[in-house]
């Protein structure tokens, strides 16, 4: 595993492991990122994943969408964790920043995944 904050990314459908997929390729940082998906779990079987994927690492949790069942099994187990972090409205900018800074404190890398990834949200 690297060293520094872990990633999980959760989402629904192939979502995640999309974006895990072409954060890894574009980096060519691996095993800082795990996917976990939504695709035939309950509410239950969601949270047991999320939960699983972080462990006891320290971690931000980025989560596809602001509401939902993501959002909600990430909140549920993780939201009291001091070292945990829940990032909602995740994209590959984001993820890319997190890969190049997760070695800062998992306040400070949250505060710029969320600003990296609004400020990559242009229209031209």
Not at 46 to 65: H, N, P, S, T, Y
Not at 83 to 110: C, I, S
Request: with cysteine.
């Amino acid at each position: 595993m690297s060293p520094g904050l872990l990633g999980v990314v959760v989402g629904h459908g192939g979502v995640a492991a999309a974006l895990v997929a072409a954060a890894e390729e574009i980096s060519g940082i691996r095993g800082a990122l795990s996917p976990v998906t939504n695709t035939g779990a309950d509410r239950e079987e969601l949270e047991r994943r999320v939960v699983e994927a972080v462990g006891e690492r320290d971690a931000i949790v980025f989560v596809d969408m602001p509401s939902g069942s993501c959002l909600f099994a990430a909140m549920r187990r993780l939201a009291l964790r001091p070292t945990v972090r829940v990032v909602t409205g995740v994209n590959l900018v984001m993820l890319l920043d997190f890969l190049f800074h997760r070695e800062q404190p998992v306040e400070e890398v949250a505060r710029r995944a969320v600003e990296s990834g609004a400020k990559s949200i242009v229209a031209r």
